[in-house]
Nanobody, 115 residues
Framework: QVQLVESGGGLVQAGGSLTLSCAAS????????MGWYRQAPGKQREMVAT???????NYADSVKGRFTISRDNAKNTVHLQMNSLKPEDIAVYYC?????????WGQGTQVTLSS
């Protein structure tokens, strides 16, 4: 079984920065693609950024140049550095891993901007 535990969400000012982290456990996680998705109120869940075990990354156009995804295969962790946060970034962020064709999700962490 795969478990994903997220941390790092919270309240931040517009224009500020926040880093999300996700720790994965289970066999095969270090060689599986991982990513971050988000779901804003009233909207569908959307891809934010993904990263392969080899470090190849993919970003949603809305976050390119502001967000950076990274991973540490030795520690089975994935991180999302978020800079220049905007109101449209407010959402619950979910860690994802696709292990052997099956998707697993974390419990989600809320990112909120203060006025």
């Amino acid at each position: 079984q795969v478990q994903l535990v997220e941390s790092g969400g919270g309240l931040v000012q517009a224009g500020g920065s926040l880093t999300l982290s996700c720790a994965a456990s289970g066999s095969g996680v270090s060689v599986s693609p991982m990513g971050w998705y988000r779901q804003a109120p009233g909207k569908q869940r959307e891809m934010v950024a993904t990263i392969t075990s080899g470090g190849s990354t993919n970003y949603a156009d809305s976050v390119k140049g502001r967000f950076t995804i990274s991973r540490d295969n030795a520690k089975n962790t994935v991180h999302l550095q978020m800079n220049s946060l905007k109101p449209e970034d407010i959402a619950v962020y979910y860690c994802n891993i696709n292990r052997w064709g099956a998707n697993y999700w974390g419990q989600g962490t809320q990112v909120t901007l203060s006025s």
